[in-house]
């Protein structure tokens, strides 16, 4: 890491590394005694560490070849790496918890376990941890490849990964300390939200700065969604997370918004991580990776541009119809379930594009299951905007909401939809990041993608069958007009549906496990090493670079 | 690659760019989608006319049907109100023999109560009422505060140590630094023996245990131990005990006091569900009786 890096750089790096630990420092003198303190020790000791790891080759010789020649790929590796980390982490925890549900002594009694502090590290982790780094790490690779440029800068690269999952670990064990915001997928607290802000400057800076040195005269369409996913991002968090600290030396906040204004506001972050999060930055991946594996064309520029701008114009108005039948105002209800249904068209049409993209490689589909996997998402994207679209309907939503239907359907989207093209993505990435031929083992895929596609159909079917009833329970009267059912009936009626989540969420553990043992087994074989003709340039013949001004 | 390509597959022509080997090509957006888009604006549009959905700067365009949800809850709690309030008359009207007496009233309660029951009491006291540590049985004799229909009415009405004004007060106080541990086992022992749980029957200390009982426990619990419902001071001389008659319970019962509580239903419960309740406890009773 080190060794490529000038002796300037170096220094920079050093630099930045001290300050932040001397921010550790600070924040575990001043907040000891709080979660806070801890939270200091962590930002410390990671610091350190890196501090450690930069020292080691402090005066190593600095990098003799022409840097600008080459792709900037080890923050990549490090990245996608990183990405299956979480996703194991993240899912197992989101297992437990799912067998939890079903037997509560799971939970051995302790106060760190309870549902209520892992809910959040399962979501944080899969979100922000494996979803996260999987966007930072692919978006680096495929801005770099269609601008046949290399990334701006040596240190920021590594700034805004490291930096983002410093965040992600502050997030996730102060929840494990009982430290929350009480803002569904933005719980994690005011330092933490401050430095994620940090963080998104310098991958926004990052992102605009290769861009604007591409070779290419035009941008692709996979770098406006992923500019779409870092910039709104942005905007979202910063809103959401306006807060004042009850203390500057302790992890406690009040949010600057109460009432029906704090869970609008929510909600408009809340459904815009779901749409710019989860489906614009990996509407990136597939944008860049599905045509790539398939080797055909985009089936049509034309309908790119009109589901981009439909998906970015549309979404941002939907959040409302997380909160019908509440204190919320009719007239915004009336608003989100209309533009939710408009979405729905545009949505379709980004997965129709994909699927179409896919005619005349069918028989790649069907022999290779990186593919298979771009693919089977692009349906399950397709399946999830309608089901989503539908469930915003009002008089659905009395029916849906609050049940366990809202988490099949979240879980269609992130374990179909998300996961499965993270996987694609991962899985065409890795032997040419790594300069490998192919994977090394292509069964461990294709067991992959039967565990994971298995995994979510008995997900997905379990929740369907356990919401419906829960919701139709719950509005069950009897002749005398009296409710049939208590709550405790509908929670032994779920029981079994339970378990059913449980053992999908086990296949799609496991799906993953292999999945990092694949990788981790691609990056360490060397027999497969290859160079192909795979760097920035700036002539048609694919000439190596004209050096642009670092 | 500037120069516009055609796929062989489909015949459209490529846009003439490239990006590490992707092509696009420049096919029209299909039928299917305009029709799409058209239908789905349409239907945004007709909600739009008809409901509650544009804000202007001070109010908000109410929608040609006029509908509003705050409206449309107080109509159906409304409608739901007249269609049961035949049955909740007489649930209020009545006392318990008379509505179990009543075949469409009894089945009403047999309807009603579980639901009723399961989402208000079962978490402390068991799905049938059987009870559990720290919470009584409500389907056996021994009642702290009376098993009277009436008094359960009260009961319900107002709470155990609960917020409610006219609330049930009930205390046991601690009796650590005020007995020493010998005698608070001492006097834990002859308790016992008054309801014949095997323990130290040594007859001096049986002696000992009453003396210190007449001193610090009767005024409550009565010179027998039977207990006084009008303080809600359980019988002691009974088999049934809310937190356990074994040593070690008995012990820190005596040594920290116990203080238990039940919230006031009053406001959250109208009467003819706290009739109800009360109805079904005795059907929970028959229930147990036949088990």
Known sequence: MAAKLTFAERQVALLILVVIALVGLAMAAL???????????????ASLGLIFVLGASLDAPAPTEDRSREYYDDPIKVGIVLAMVWAVIGMGVGDWVAWMLAYPDLRFDAAWSSFGRMRPVHTTGIIFGFGGNALIATSMHVMQRTSRARL?????????????????????????????????????????????????VAYFALYIRTLARRNEPHIYVANWYYLAFILVVAVLHIVNNLAVPASFTAAKSYSLFSGVQDAMTQWWYGHNAVAFFLTAGFLGMLYYYLPKRAQRPIYSYRL?????????????????????????????????????????????????????????????????????????????????????????????????HYTDWTVGHVHAGAMGWVALITFGAIYAATPIIWRRETMYSWKLVEWHFWLALAGTVIYIFAMWNSGIVQGLMWRTYNEAGTLQYSFMDTVEAMHPYYIARAIGGLLFLIGAIIGFYNIWMTARDVRGEVHTLDHPTGSEAGEPAVPVAE | MTVKDRDPLTGHKTTGHEWNGITELNTRVPKSIWWFILVSHLYALIAWVLLPAWPGINDYTKGILGIDQRDQVEQKVAVMRESRADWREQMVALDVDEIRADPALAAIVAGTGPALFGDNCAACHGTFGQGGPGYPSLVDDAWLWGGDPDTIMETLRVGINADHPDTRFAQM????????????????????????????????RLAAGEKLFMDNCASCHGDDGTGNTDLGAPNLADDQWIYGGDDQTLFTTILKGREGWMPAWEGRLDEADRKILTVYLRDLKDRKATQ
């Open chain 1, 31 to 45: 907040g000891a005694g709080d979660a806070m303190g801890v939270h200091g020790f962590i930002v410390l000791i």
């Open chain 2, 173 to 204: 106080m601690a009796f650590d630094g005020v007995l020493g541990r010998d005698e608070i086992r001492t006097v834990a022992n002859y308790v016992q023996s008054l309801s014949g749980i095997e323990s130290d029957s040594d007859p001096d």
């Open chain 1, 152 to 200: 701006a800068g040596q240190i920021a690269p590594w700034f805004v990964l490291l930096g983002y999952n410093l965040f992600v670990v502050l997030a996730v064990t102060g929840y494990v300390m009982g430290v929350t915001q009480s803002k569904e997928y933005a719980e994690a607290e005011w330092y933490a939200d401050i430095w994620l802000v940090i963080v998104w």
């Open chain 1, 304 to 400: 790119s541009i009109l589901s981009f701008w439909g998906i970015v114009f549309f979404y941002i108005w939907v959040g409302s119809h997380h909160l019908h039948y509440t204190a919320l105002p009719h007239w915004v209800q009336t608003l989100g379930m209309t533009f939710s249904v408009m979405l729905l068209v545009p949505s379709w049409a980004s997965a129709g594009n994909a699927l179409m993209t896919l005619n005349g490689a069918w028989h790649k589909v069907r022999d290779d299951a990186t593919l298979r996997f771009m693919f089977v998402a692009a349906v399950f994207y397709g399946l999830s905007t309608f089901e989503g679209s539908f469930m915003a309907i009002r008089p659905v939503n009395s029916l849906s």
